[in-house]
């Protein structure tokens, strides 16, 4: 019950942290993600074969918890008004919508008595942090590589970086990912305290 109710708020919370992406740039004048019919809840829109469907269900196999992503929202940075500034907060909003999402089900379950649909939503409340955070790693193609990258100049490193982020991104996955438990879990602490 517990890994389906995981799943299933992993993949709410990778088709609003999309959604927000798309709607962020959409704001700040690149219509990219609404002419290319990303702009919407509709989960159909977001769906990566590799990260949302079998990226999780592997982990789950292997490590008894998953984690995945939805098909990147694209726009288009010369549309933009700031484009130092915008991709840092397109990179950003994907992030904060967890962090947001993770608060409010925190807040319905302190409201709520403990209870089996308490637990669930509390699975909701991990699944959301552990998006946010996993998406604030700088390396490529997650957010926070969006937020490193804004800060570098041009390069053979940059270019390289962004060409071989999906191996590095594997790598850190199996090897380094883990130690970021403790951030997570202490965000969730937080949220809920004894609840």
Do not use: C
Request: proline residues 7%; charged residues 10%; aromatic residues 14%.
């Amino acid at each position: 019950m517990s890994s389906i109710a995981f799943f299933i708020f992993l993949l709410i919370g990778a088709i609003i942290h999309e959604y927000t992406h798309g709607w962020t740039a959409d704001q700040l004048g690149d219509p990219t993600a609404r002419n290319a019919g990303r702009l919407t809840l509709n989960p159909v829109a977001h769906i990566d074969l590799f990260g949302t469907i079998i990226l999780p269900i592997l982990m789950l196999l292997s490590f008894g918890s998953a984690f995945g992503y939805a098909k990147p929202v694209p726009y288009n940075p010369y549309n933009l008004q700031n484009q130092k500034r915008d991709p840092v907060l397109i990179g950003l909003a994907g992030p904060v919508s967890n962090l947001i999402l993770a608060i409010i089900l925190s807040f319905v379950i302190r409201l709520m008595p403990i209870n089996q649909f308490s637990f669930v939503l509390s699975i909701g409340v991990y699944a959301n942090i552990l998006l946010a955070i996993f998406n604030l790693v700088p390396i490529p193609p997650l957010d926070g590589s969006k937020l490193l990258l804004a800060f570098l100049p041009e390069s053979n490193f940059k270019q390289n970086f962004e060409r071989y982020g999906f191996f590095i991104l594997i790598f850190f996955i199996f090897t380094v990912f883990q130690y970021l438990a403790p951030v997570i879990n202490w965000i969730y602490s937080l949220l809920l305290g004894a609840v």
